[in-house]
Protein backbone atom coordinates (compact mmCIF):
# COMPACT_ATOMS: atom_id res chain seq x y z
CA UNK A 1 0.00 0.00 0.00
CA UNK A 2 1.19 3.18 -1.29
CA UNK A 3 1.51 6.54 1.18
CA UNK A 4 1.14 9.82 -1.07
CA UNK A 5 2.80 12.74 1.05
CA UNK A 6 3.01 16.49 0.15
CA UNK A 7 5.40 18.48 0.74
CA UNK A 8 3.64 22.20 0.65
CA UNK A 9 3.49 25.89 2.06
CA UNK A 10 3.42 28.75 0.11
CA UNK A 11 6.87 30.57 1.45
CA UNK A 12 9.50 30.32 -0.82
CA UNK A 13 12.87 29.61 0.59
CA UNK A 14 11.42 27.21 3.42
CA UNK A 15 13.21 24.13 2.10
CA UNK A 16 10.35 22.13 0.14
CA UNK A 17 12.14 20.95 -2.59
CA UNK A 18 15.38 20.15 -0.32
CA UNK A 19 12.89 18.38 1.71
CA UNK A 20 11.12 16.30 -1.06
CA UNK A 21 15.09 15.49 -2.45
CA UNK A 22 16.65 14.46 0.52
CA UNK A 23 13.50 12.60 2.22
CA UNK A 24 12.71 10.54 -0.99
CA UNK A 25 16.68 9.46 -1.26
CA UNK A 26 16.56 8.57 2.67
CA UNK A 27 13.26 6.70 2.27
CA UNK A 28 15.28 5.00 -0.65
CA UNK A 29 18.89 4.21 1.08
CA UNK A 30 16.24 2.83 3.67
CA UNK A 31 15.00 0.22 0.78
CA UNK A 32 11.90 1.50 0.11
CA UNK A 33 10.76 2.44 -3.51
CA UNK A 34 10.05 5.89 -3.66
CA UNK A 35 8.37 8.07 -6.75
CA UNK A 36 9.18 12.26 -6.55
CA UNK A 37 6.67 13.77 -8.30
CA UNK A 38 8.01 17.29 -9.15
CA UNK A 39 5.06 19.89 -9.50
CA UNK A 40 6.85 23.44 -9.34
CA UNK A 41 6.95 25.14 -12.93
CA UNK A 42 11.00 25.73 -11.40
CA UNK A 43 11.86 22.24 -11.83
CA UNK A 44 14.36 22.25 -8.94
CA UNK A 45 13.49 19.09 -7.64
CA UNK A 46 14.00 17.61 -10.97
CA UNK A 47 17.22 19.56 -11.82
CA UNK A 48 18.33 18.98 -7.79
CA UNK A 49 18.54 15.06 -8.97
CA UNK A 50 20.38 15.36 -11.84
CA UNK A 51 18.28 16.06 -14.79
CA UNK A 52 18.22 18.83 -17.14
CA UNK A 53 14.78 20.49 -17.34
CA UNK A 54 15.45 21.86 -20.55
CA UNK A 55 16.26 17.99 -22.03
CA UNK A 56 12.67 16.74 -20.84
CA UNK A 57 10.47 15.80 -23.56
CA UNK A 58 7.52 15.13 -21.24
CA UNK A 59 6.87 15.69 -17.59
CA UNK A 60 3.93 16.00 -15.00
CA UNK A 61 2.47 19.00 -17.39
CA UNK A 62 1.28 16.32 -20.10
CA UNK A 63 0.50 13.85 -17.59
CA UNK A 64 -2.27 16.41 -15.88
CA UNK A 65 -3.27 18.19 -19.04
CA UNK A 66 -3.65 15.05 -21.45
CA UNK A 67 -5.55 11.96 -20.32
CA UNK A 68 -4.35 9.83 -23.13
CA UNK A 69 -0.58 10.56 -21.80
CA UNK A 70 0.42 7.56 -19.25
CA UNK A 71 2.69 8.75 -16.22
CA UNK A 72 5.06 5.33 -16.78
CA UNK A 73 6.08 6.44 -19.80
CA UNK A 74 7.42 9.89 -18.36
CA UNK A 75 8.66 8.25 -14.88
CA UNK A 76 12.50 8.35 -14.83
CA UNK A 77 15.18 6.36 -12.77
CA UNK A 78 17.31 8.39 -10.54
CA UNK A 79 21.06 7.60 -9.99
CA UNK A 80 19.72 6.34 -6.50
CA UNK A 81 18.48 3.18 -6.37
CA UNK A 82 14.73 2.61 -5.45
CA UNK A 83 14.35 6.29 -6.16
CA UNK A 84 12.61 7.56 -9.56
CA UNK A 85 10.85 10.92 -10.46
CA UNK A 86 7.99 12.32 -12.19
CA UNK A 87 9.62 15.44 -13.80
CA UNK A 88 8.47 18.94 -14.13
CA UNK A 89 8.90 21.66 -17.09
CA UNK A 90 8.33 25.32 -17.05
CA UNK A 91 5.47 24.75 -19.59
CA UNK A 92 3.77 23.60 -16.14
CA UNK A 93 3.11 27.51 -15.58
CA UNK A 94 0.28 27.44 -18.14
CA UNK A 95 -1.35 24.74 -16.53
CA UNK A 96 -3.57 26.08 -14.27
CA UNK A 97 -5.21 28.15 -17.26
CA UNK A 98 -5.36 25.29 -19.01
CA UNK A 99 -7.49 23.69 -16.76
CA UNK A 100 -9.60 26.03 -15.19
CA UNK A 101 -12.79 24.72 -17.26
CA UNK A 102 -12.28 20.98 -16.75
CA UNK A 103 -14.17 18.92 -14.70
CA UNK A 104 -12.55 17.12 -11.97
CA UNK A 105 -9.54 19.95 -12.53
CA UNK A 106 -8.72 20.11 -8.82
CA UNK A 107 -8.54 15.52 -9.09
CA UNK A 108 -6.28 15.44 -12.23
CA UNK A 109 -3.31 14.97 -10.51
CA UNK A 110 -5.21 11.75 -8.36
CA UNK A 111 -6.26 10.22 -11.36
CA UNK A 112 -2.73 10.79 -12.97
CA UNK A 113 -0.99 9.13 -9.55
CA UNK A 114 -3.60 6.67 -9.12
CA UNK A 115 -2.29 4.91 -12.35
CA UNK A 116 1.53 3.87 -10.91
CA UNK A 117 1.23 4.90 -6.90
CA UNK A 118 1.05 0.93 -6.12
CA UNK A 119 4.33 0.33 -7.61
CA UNK A 120 5.54 2.54 -4.85
CA UNK A 121 6.27 2.55 -0.99
CA UNK A 122 6.23 6.44 -0.97
CA UNK A 123 4.92 8.99 -3.34
CA UNK A 124 6.60 12.13 -2.27
CA UNK A 125 5.10 15.09 -4.14
CA UNK A 126 7.61 19.23 -4.27
CA UNK A 127 5.20 21.63 -4.23
CA UNK A 128 5.02 24.95 -5.61
CA UNK A 129 5.51 28.10 -3.26
CA UNK A 130 1.95 29.46 -4.08
CA UNK A 131 -1.77 27.58 -2.83
CA UNK A 132 -2.76 27.72 -6.46
CA UNK A 133 -4.58 24.95 -8.21
CA UNK A 134 -1.41 22.53 -8.97
CA UNK A 135 -1.32 23.14 -4.75
CA UNK A 136 -4.65 22.09 -4.52
CA UNK A 137 -4.48 18.95 -6.76
CA UNK A 138 -1.75 17.47 -5.09
CA UNK A 139 -3.21 17.65 -1.89
CA UNK A 140 -6.07 16.14 -3.09
CA UNK A 141 -3.96 13.50 -4.48
CA UNK A 142 -1.97 12.85 -1.19
CA UNK A 143 -2.47 10.86 2.29
CA UNK A 144 -0.50 13.48 3.92
CA UNK A 145 1.11 16.87 3.71
CA UNK A 146 4.72 17.77 5.30
CA UNK A 147 4.53 21.58 5.89
CA UNK A 148 8.40 22.59 5.99
CA UNK A 149 8.86 25.81 8.42
CA UNK A 150 12.24 27.61 8.64
CA UNK A 151 13.26 28.92 12.11
CA UNK A 152 13.38 32.84 10.84
CA UNK A 153 11.46 35.65 12.35
CA UNK A 154 8.56 35.13 9.66
CA UNK A 155 8.04 31.42 10.45
CA UNK A 156 4.40 31.36 11.38
CA UNK A 157 3.74 34.41 8.50
CA UNK A 158 0.85 32.59 6.20
CA UNK A 159 0.54 29.09 7.84
CA UNK A 160 -2.89 29.98 9.02
CA UNK A 161 -3.86 30.27 5.25
CA UNK A 162 -2.11 27.07 4.63
CA UNK A 163 -3.60 25.19 7.30
CA UNK A 164 -6.80 26.86 6.40
CA UNK A 165 -6.39 25.21 2.08
CA UNK A 166 -5.87 22.33 4.08
CA UNK A 167 -9.18 22.28 5.77
CA UNK A 168 -10.82 23.00 2.77
CA UNK A 169 -9.27 20.50 0.82
CA UNK A 170 -10.02 17.93 3.67
CA UNK A 171 -13.99 19.32 4.25
CA UNK A 172 -14.88 19.30 0.05
CA UNK A 173 -11.94 16.73 -1.65
CA UNK A 174 -10.50 14.97 -0.03
CA UNK A 175 -11.46 13.76 3.30
CA UNK A 176 -8.31 11.54 4.33
CA UNK A 177 -6.20 14.27 4.21
CA UNK A 178 -3.79 14.27 7.29
CA UNK A 179 -0.92 16.53 8.30
CA UNK A 180 1.98 14.31 8.51
CA UNK A 181 3.57 17.33 10.83
CA UNK A 182 5.24 20.58 10.88
CA UNK A 183 8.98 20.29 9.98
CA UNK A 184 11.25 22.62 11.18
CA UNK A 185 14.41 24.05 8.55
CA UNK A 186 17.37 26.21 8.71
CA UNK A 187 17.65 25.83 12.54
CA UNK A 188 21.11 27.15 13.84
CA UNK A 189 21.16 26.11 17.24
CA UNK A 190 24.07 29.29 17.95
CA UNK A 191 21.06 31.63 17.07
CA UNK A 192 18.58 33.10 19.92
CA UNK A 193 16.14 33.44 17.22
CA UNK A 194 16.31 29.69 15.96
CA UNK A 195 15.83 28.61 19.60
CA UNK A 196 13.06 30.96 20.03
CA UNK A 197 10.93 30.28 16.74
CA UNK A 198 10.90 26.32 17.96
CA UNK A 199 9.66 27.20 21.06
CA UNK A 200 7.00 28.79 19.50
CA UNK A 201 6.33 26.65 16.57
CA UNK A 202 6.16 23.59 19.71
CA UNK A 203 3.86 26.14 21.85
CA UNK A 204 1.70 26.54 18.75
CA UNK A 205 1.15 22.84 17.18
CA UNK A 206 2.45 20.45 19.52
CA UNK A 207 2.34 17.03 18.62
CA UNK A 208 2.06 17.84 14.83
CA UNK A 209 5.74 18.60 15.03
CA UNK A 210 8.22 16.31 13.93
CA UNK A 211 10.87 15.91 16.34
CA UNK A 212 13.36 15.94 13.78
CA UNK A 213 14.90 19.35 12.75
CA UNK A 214 16.86 20.44 9.83
CA UNK A 215 20.21 22.21 10.93
CA UNK A 216 21.48 24.91 8.34
CA UNK A 217 24.25 22.72 6.30
CA UNK A 218 26.89 23.67 3.90
CA UNK A 219 26.93 19.79 2.45
CA UNK A 220 22.74 20.38 2.56
CA UNK A 221 23.34 23.63 0.03
CA UNK A 222 25.79 22.34 -1.99
CA UNK A 223 24.13 19.25 -3.18
CA UNK A 224 21.85 20.27 -5.33
CA UNK A 225 24.68 22.11 -7.52
CA UNK A 226 26.17 18.36 -8.17
CA UNK A 227 22.26 17.21 -9.02
CA UNK A 228 22.63 15.03 -6.05
CA UNK A 229 20.92 14.44 -2.89
CA UNK A 230 23.00 15.22 0.55
CA UNK A 231 23.54 11.43 1.14
CA UNK A 232 25.12 10.85 -1.99
CA UNK A 233 27.36 14.24 -1.68
CA UNK A 234 28.49 13.54 2.11
CA UNK A 235 26.29 10.66 3.74
CA UNK A 236 27.79 11.82 6.98
CA UNK A 237 27.17 15.84 7.02
CA UNK A 238 24.32 16.95 9.31
CA UNK A 239 22.13 17.75 6.78
CA UNK A 240 22.03 13.61 5.65
CA UNK A 241 21.52 12.59 9.15
CA UNK A 242 18.75 15.26 9.90
CA UNK A 243 16.72 13.63 6.56
CA UNK A 244 17.63 10.25 7.73
CA UNK A 245 16.18 10.87 11.33
CA UNK A 246 13.39 12.10 9.72
CA UNK A 247 12.64 9.08 7.46
CA UNK A 248 12.88 7.03 10.07
CA UNK A 249 10.33 8.82 12.42
CA UNK A 250 7.79 8.84 9.34
CA UNK A 251 8.09 5.42 9.55
CA UNK A 252 8.02 5.03 12.87
CA UNK A 253 4.91 7.55 12.78
CA UNK A 254 3.32 5.21 10.27
CA UNK A 255 3.88 1.49 12.25
CA UNK A 256 5.83 1.00 8.86
CA UNK A 257 8.93 -1.83 10.15
CA UNK A 258 12.47 0.01 9.14
CA UNK A 259 13.47 -2.94 6.27
CA UNK A 260 17.18 -1.75 6.46
CA UNK A 261 19.74 -0.95 9.29
CA UNK A 262 21.93 2.00 8.49
CA UNK A 263 25.83 1.56 7.98
CA UNK A 264 27.75 1.98 11.19
CA UNK A 265 29.89 4.67 8.95
CA UNK A 266 26.73 6.80 8.58
CA UNK A 267 25.60 6.27 12.52
CA UNK A 268 28.97 7.41 13.72
Known amino acids: MSKVISIANQKGGVGKTTTAINLSASLAVLEYKVLMVDTDPQANAT ?40 PSHIDLVGAEIEMINLPNREKKMKTVLDKVKDQYDFVIIDCSPSLGLITVN ?46 LTMYDQRLRLSNQVVDEVKMHFQDIVFDSVIQRNTKLSEAPSFGVPVIMHDANSKGALNYLSLAEEILKKNNIPLRAALPDSIRS
Do not use: M, W
Not at 140 to 161: H, M, N, R, W
Open 47 to 86: SGIGFDPRNIKASIYECITNEDVEPADIILQTIVNNLSIL
Open 138 to 183: ALTASDSVIIPVQCEYFALEGLGKLLNTVKIVQQRLNANLDIEGIL
